[in-house]
């Protein structure tokens, strides 16, 4: 029998880095349901909580197991800034805002899972594990989607939205738009001889029609989103009406692709059909995947707006009581620091952790500063 070498980007050795990041992310989620179970008043909802914390721990010794079996030891476990992070926003805002950050980490462990078993050799260690632990891990998304009160395959959403998520994009627009602005008044005077009440005219501007471009783009994506969903609804409603037999068919389609036999499929289906209204919003959720949203274009509108106008204002702010040469330390600081900040708070919603992403975004507050800067110089000696 001919010995065949392993498929393309299959490894034939574990990954270890790899089962420690496993690792620590089940003892953080572990760490978190804890959290969310002291804090959740509702009992049978703690009890969940608690339950899920449990299951957590026992992947834990999963990947402490194999991490053991190859001689790599494990340290007791330390949260890391990220879900401190969490845990104090957890805290602070209550189980209701922590529930989706979970939700969402246990659709990237999913994805992480599926990855790492298709991508590992099987008889390799982790192959198997892995495969094991992304159904537990779909098994509490969907939990936790059921507790959130939402339907599907948490693990396919894309959108972070939410008031917290609105904040921290606008804020981020805003101090870096008008960062690189008041950078840009700054070269300039630098040749031109400009005063620094310029930098505070321009600043202003700056911060006002950028709050207004946020606030107007955000008004107009959750009206747009509303416009699209409610005419795909009002197509549905017509399909129902005027081909009532397609839209039984197809939705014992859909029941039959979950898992259901033909004849319980086109049972229940049938059942359904018999209230119309019923009907479409189990269309509505199976078909379309459109699921209820408390979205509204002017909350939309004044939360980025105000976000982006409050991130707006720190670079300038420091011109309003100081001068000279002192301003520009202190708004360049105070600036800089910022964008550490928000580049953290931003890792709450993409998974990053917190030191990394705030470095991110100081190299782009850095970059969009020497930008502005060289550029307004550049435009202040041609002028």
């Given at each position: 029998?001919?010995?065949?070498?392993?498929?393309?980007?299959?490894?034939?050795?574990?990954?270890?880095?790899?089962?420690?990041?496993?690792?620590?992310?089940?003892?953080?989620?572990?760490?978190?349901?804890?959290?969310?179970?002291?804090?959740?008043?509702?009992?049978?909802?703690?009890?969940?909580?608690?339950?899920?914390?449990?299951?957590?721990?026992?992947?834990?010794?999963?990947?402490?197991?194999?991490?053991?079996?190859?001689?790599?030891?494990?340290?007791?476990?330390?949260?890391?800034?990220?879900?401190?992070?969490?845990?104090?926003?957890?805290?602070?805002?209550?189980?209701?805002?922590?529930?989706?950050?979970?939700?969402?980490?246990?659709?990237?462990?999913?994805?992480?899972?599926?990855?790492?078993?298709?991508?590992?050799?099987?008889?390799?260690?982790?192959?198997?594990?892995?495969?094991?632990?992304?159904?537990?891990?779909?098994?509490?998304?969907?939990?936790?989607?059921?507790?959130?009160?939402?339907?599907?395959?948490?693990?396919?959403?894309?959108?972070?939205?939410?008031?917290?998520?609105?904040?921290?994009?606008?804020?981020?627009?805003?101090?870096?738009?008008?960062?690189?602005?008041?950078?840009?008044?700054?070269?300039?005077?630098?040749?031109?001889?400009?005063?620094?009440?310029?930098?505070?005219?321009?600043?202003?501007?700056?911060?006002?029609?950028?709050?207004?471009?946020?606030?107007?783009?955000?008004?107009?994506?959750?009206?747009?989103?509303?416009?699209?969903?409610?005419?795909?609804?009002?197509?549905?409603?017509?399909?129902?009406?005027?081909?009532?037999?397609?839209?039984?068919?197809?939705?014992?389609?859909?029941?039959?692709?979950?898992?259901?036999?033909?004849?319980?499929?086109?049972?229940?289906?049938?059942?359904?059909?018999?209230?119309?209204?019923?009907?479409?919003?189990?269309?509505?959720?199976?078909?379309l995947g459109?699921?209820?949203?408390?979205?509204?274009?002017?909350?939309?509108?004044?939360?980025?707006?105000?976000?982006?106008?409050?991130?707006?204002?720190?670079?300038?702010?420091?011109?309003?009581?100081?001068?000279?040469?002192?301003?520009?330390?202190?708004?360049?600081?105070?600036?800089?620091?910022?964008?550490?900040?928000?580049?953290?708070?931003?890792?709450?919603?993409?998974?990053?952790?917190?030191?990394?992403?705030?470095?991110?975004?100081?190299?782009?507050?850095?970059?969009?500063?020497?930008?502005?800067y060289f550029?307004g110089d550049?435009?202040?000696?041609?002028?």
């Amino acid at each position: 029998m001919a010995i065949t070498s392993p498929p393309a980007g299959h490894p034939t050795t574990p990954d270890l880095d790899s089962f420690v990041h496993h690792w620590q992310d089940e003892a953080d989620a572990a760490y978190l349901y804890r959290l969310l179970a002291g804090a959740e008043s509702d009992a049978s909802k703690s009890d969940i909580y608690r339950r899920l914390a449990e299951v957590e721990d026992r992947h834990v010794e999963v990947w402490a197991g194999l991490l053991a079996h190859h001689g790599r030891r494990v340290p007791a476990h330390r949260p890391t800034a990220r879900t401190r992070l969490l845990a104090f926003l957890g805290r602070r805002f209550g189980p209701g805002f922590l529930l989706p950050m979970l939700l969402a980490e246990e659709g990237r462990e999913v994805k992480a899972y599926l990855d790492m078993h298709r991508t590992t050799q099987r008889g390799v260690a982790g192959h198997d594990e892995a495969l094991l632990l992304a159904k537990e891990s779909a098994e509490h998304a969907m939990t936790l989607n059921g507790v959130a009160g939402r339907t599907g395959e948490p693990w396919h959403r894309t959108g972070a939205g939410g008031f917290l998520r609105n904040v921290v994009y606008g804020f981020n627009d805003g101090l870096t738009a008008n960062f690189g602005l008041v950078a840009g008044v700054l070269g300039a005077s630098s040749v031109g001889g400009a005063q620094y009440h310029h930098v505070i005219v321009a600043g202003v501007a700056g911060l006002i029609a950028d709050a207004l471009s946020m606030g107007s783009s955000g008004y107009l994506a959750a009206q747009s989103e509303r416009e699209v969903y409610a005419h795909e609804i009002a197509m549905e409603r017509d399909e129902i009406a005027l081909m009532p037999e397609i839209e039984r068919d197809e939705l014992a389609l859909i029941y039959e692709a979950k898992g259901m036999d033909r004849d319980s499929a086109f049972r229940i289906a049938t059942q359904v059909m018999a209230d119309p209204e019923k009907m479409l919003a189990e269309q509505v959720q199976e078909e379309l995947g459109i699921s209820e949203s408390d979205t509204s274009p002017l909350r939309e509108a004044w939360i980025t707006g105000l976000a982006t106008a409050v991130g707006a204002l720190i670079p300038v702010l420091p011109f309003f009581f100081l001068s000279g040469p002192t301003a520009v330390i202190v708004s360049f600081a105070v600036s800089m620091f910022s964008h550490w900040v928000v580049g953290a708070a931003r890792s709450v919603f993409t998974g990053r952790s917190v030191f990394r992403s705030g470095i991110d975004m100081f190299v782009v507050g850095l970059g969009v500063a020497v930008v502005g800067y060289f550029v307004g110089d550049w435009i202040g000696a041609l002028l």
